[in-house]
């Protein structure tokens, strides 16, 4: 992996690590989140370098679905860490409904990615 490629993968985890604290904090008060919700954010930072390298072979990938499954499993475990880690701060937190809307909203924004993002013919 090239430096630009790591560079790129933690800043991106540290940028979404920082909108989720701000989210939460927003929703929640940042006084009131627990100590366990700041830890989950460090979570992120290898959450992004392993499946970084998804992303240059889907950039590259001729055929949609397929495109669109790299897509997917790029972004499956740092969208779950903040999703997830989010959901459960609410006291009305239901896991199967957190688990739907992830699993919808990593379908849709794959299938997203992989039409705007298809290779140059």
Same mark, same amino acid.
């Given at each position: 992996m090239n430096a630009a490629i790591l560079? !790129?993968?933690?800043?991106?985890?540290?940028?979404?690590?920082?909108?989720?604290i701000? %989210?939460?904090? +927003? #929703?929640?008060?940042? #006084?009131?989140?627990?100590?366990? %919700?700041?830890?989950?954010?460090l979570l992120l930072l290898p959450a992004m370098l392993l499946p970084i390298r998804y992303f240059p072979q889907a950039a590259v990938t001729r055929?949609?679905?397929?495109?669109?499954?790299?897509?997917a499993m790029g972004w499956a475990v740092p969208y779950a860490i903040y999703k997830f880690a989010h959901d459960a701060l609410s006291p009305a937190f239901q896991p199967a409904a957190s688990l739907a809307?992830?699993?919808? !909203?990593?379908?849709? %924004?794959? +299938?997203? %990615?992989?039409?705007?993002?298809?290779?140059?013919?």
């Open positions: 560079r !790129t993968a933690l800043i991106t985890g540290v940028v979404i690590a920082a909108v989720n701000l %989210f939460a904090a +927003l #929703d929640y008060g940042l #006084d009131t989140l627990p100590p366990w %919700f700041y830890l989950a954010q055929e949609f679905l397929p495109r669109a499954a790299l897509y809307s992830y699993l919808i !909203t990593v379908a849709v %924004f794959s +299938l997203l %990615f992989a039409a705007i993002r298809r290779p140059a013919r």
